[in-house]
């Protein structure tokens, strides 16, 4: 390998590393959203459901967000705003969704005993991914270098979208089999170990409720950020001057407390808009019901 090819292949991987950086946030609500979508799941199902929704989140990274996120970089990037603010608005919906169901309010009738649809999980859970990992490559793309070529950009792309996918994936894989690495050590000879597994597997229904109220609250988070941002950037400033009012206001709290207050007021205007979003749909799907027997 040539020193010339060497130095472009050093540069693409720096770049990456740093525009990587950027997107730890996003990252980690990635990680908490979506192992709720594999509860539920035999054992022996749950490695290979995650495989397919890792593998969707390649495809999604790799056909779909890259090349439409350059070309339209290149050509209409006044387009992106408009499509964040449509996946925002999706994730805020899917959040109200669930706290819904928590208060028994909106809750999808179905038998707790009986196996689920694994081709209807990985889909939810791919497009899910789809939105998360469009914040996470476009959060990329903006923090790489402007000078950067087209081959040189998408390079670093391709590389942080790997990444990223393995960091995810590879941490809910992790999460979803904690249990069975508990029950391997109840099987020890030692009597502590066993004692160890034995306080895993109890502790797992806990961890995975907390984990399922921390996904959603980062679906309501994420998705009410995306909408605050992007409206200000198109035609809306008025919820986002009144968080950048807030946070200014408690600067001398220091950063850790803006953030902790900047990310409760995202989540909570992602809620209101996600319920408001659940109330329109749920009333066109009544209206629908009501017209079928009519036209009938």
Known sequence: MSVGLLAVVDDILSAAMRASAKTAGVVIDDAAVTPQYVQGLTPARELPVVWKIALGSIIN??????PIALLL????????????IIGGGFLCFEGAEKVL???GVHHEAHDEDAPRDEKKLVFGAVRTDLILSTEIMLI?????????????????????????????????ALLVKIDDIG??????????????????????????????????????????????QNLAETFWHGPYDVVHLVTHAIEAAGPVVVWIVETAMSAVFGLVLGLIIVAVVTGIQRLVRRGAPAAH
Do not use: C, N, Q
């Not at 290149?74 to 964040?84: E, I, N, Q, T």
């Not at 391709?158 to 590879?170: F, K, Q, W």
């Open 140 to 172: 990329a793309l903006t923090s790489l270098d402007p000078g950067f070529g087209i081959w040189m950009t998408l390079g670093a792309l391709l590389v942080i979208g790997l990444a990223m996918t393995v960091v995810v994936y590879g941490a809910v």
């Open 101 to 103: 169901e928590w208060f």
């Open 61 to 66: 990274k790799y056909v779909i967000i890259i």
């Open 183 to 228: 029950l391997r050590f109840m099987k020890s000879e030692s009597r502590g170990v066993r004692r160890f597994g034995a306080r895993v597997v109890a502790s797992m229904p806990t961890v995975f409720r907390i984990i399922s109220i921390v996904g959603t609250v980062a679906m309501l988070w994420v998705g009410g950020h995306l909408v605050l």
């Open 73 to 84: 970089t290149a050509f209409a990037p006044w387009v992106l705003p408009f499509l964040l």
